[in-house]
T-cell receptor, first 112, second 112 residues
């Protein structure tokens, strides 16, 4: 049972444009969400997180939006750069647990 | 501050053997989690340890086990290896709840 879903396995975007990566979840008890970026042969690197009490969190070029009613979150990267090309994972957890549930990842390719 | 380290980086075993993987968390981090990453499956949560106690466990068979030492270093063990255990095993450490996890580079296990 995949509680966190990233339905787009891949995405290509032109340099300078906006990249939008999507993530859906089914467990309404999730209240903390994170995005990670992963390059080949490296472990995932934390990008940005959001608590369920917020609907938006911004950090530089990265913004995460949370729509609790739709059980949907998205990561916006503006402007996209070739160095952003990587696999992006969203993850979710419930307060009081220490178990992060990850999506299957979306491979982003930013074209120069 | 040194990052999360995992040893060995690569490992080749045959079916039926057992394997032990090691993880050293970031200094001061007391929580260590383990994940299995396979193509198309994302990161699957194995277990999480805090102060030598397993606090959460994922849906893996009993062949997968782990432990944490008093210095927060952690090991995971897989007994009676199967071909399907071939994967990248990732370790992550964090300072506590609602904190992002910092991942190591992973151990690539191949079972022949």
């Amino acid at each position: 049972d995949q509680q966190v879903k990233q339905n787009s396995p891949s995405l290509s975007v032109q340099e300078g444009r906006i990249s939008i990566l999507n993530c859906d979840y089914t467990n309404s008890m999730f209240d903390y969400f994170l995005w990670y970026k992963k390059y080949p042969a490296e472990g995932p690197t934390f990008l940005i997180s959001i608590s369920s009490i917020k609907d938006k969190n911004e950090d530089g070029r990265f913004t995460v939006f949370l729509n609790k009613s739709a059980k949907h979150l998205s990561l916006h990267i503006v402007p996209s750069q070739p160095g952003d090309s990587a696999v992006y994972f969203c993850a979710a957890k419930t307060s009081g647990t220490y178990k992060y549930i990850f999506g299957t990842g979306t491979r982003l390719k930013v074209l120069a | 501050k040194a990052g999360v380290t995992q040893t060995p980086r690569y490992l080749i075993k045959t079916r039926g053997q057992q394997v032990t993987l090691s993880c050293s968390p970031i200094s001061g981090h007391r929580s260590v989690s383990w994940y299995q990453q396979t193509p198309g499956q994302g990161l699957q949560f194995l277990f999480e340890y805090f102060s030598e106690t397993q606090r959460n466990k994922g849906n893996f068979p009993g062949r997968f086990s782990g432990r944490q030492f008093s210095n927060s270093r952690s090991e995971m063990n897989v007994s009676t290896l199967e071909l399907g255990d071939s994967a990248l095993y990732l370790c992550a450490s964090s300072a506590g709840t609602h904190n992002e996890q910092f991942f190591g580079p992973g151990t690539r296990l191949t079972v022949l």
